[in-house]
Nanobody, 122 residues
Framework: QVQLVESGGGLVQAGGSLRLSCAASGRTFGTYAMGWFRQAPGKEREFVTSISRTGVNTYYADSVKGRFTISRDNAKNTVYLQMNRLKPEDTAVYYC???????????????WGQGTQVTVSS
């Protein structure tokens, strides 16, 4: 498994932007598909976006499509989540995940970070 550490969360006003980063340990980062999930209070963890090992393929939840962008830098062992036009309903703990396929389900990923809080005020 790979160790993942998220950063970049915080408080932002609606309409604003944040960029999350997820740093991975080890020299095998490029062999993992990566994903971002989020969990709001009282709700289940949900898929946000994922990216294939080379970064060629990306997938997004409908709720973030056109506002969020996932990218990765395999030389830096880091995956990013650029979040624009944030809405109060984007408020959640955001988790980075690594897996063998760039799927959209929790079961597609087997390594998880500790999460970073994103709060969007109205």
């Amino acid at each position: 498994q790979v160790q993942l550490v998220e950063s970049g969360g915080g408080l932002v006003q609606a309409g604003g932007s944040l960029r999350l980063s997820c740093a991975a340990s080890g020299r095998t980062f490029g062999t993992y598909a990566m994903g971002w999930f989020r969990q709001a209070p009282g709700k289940e963890r949900e898929f946000v976006t994922s990216i294939s090992r080379t970064g060629v393929n990306t997938y997004y939840a409908d709720s973030v499509k056109g506002r969020f962008t996932i990218s990765r830098d395999n030389a830096k062992n880091t995956v990013y989540l650029q979040m624009n036009r944030l809405k109060p309903e984007d408020t959640a703990v955001y988790y980075c995940a690594a897996g063998m396929i760039s799927g959209t389900g929790l079961a597609d990923f087997d390594s998880w970070g500790q999460g970073t809080q994103v709060t969007v005020s109205s």
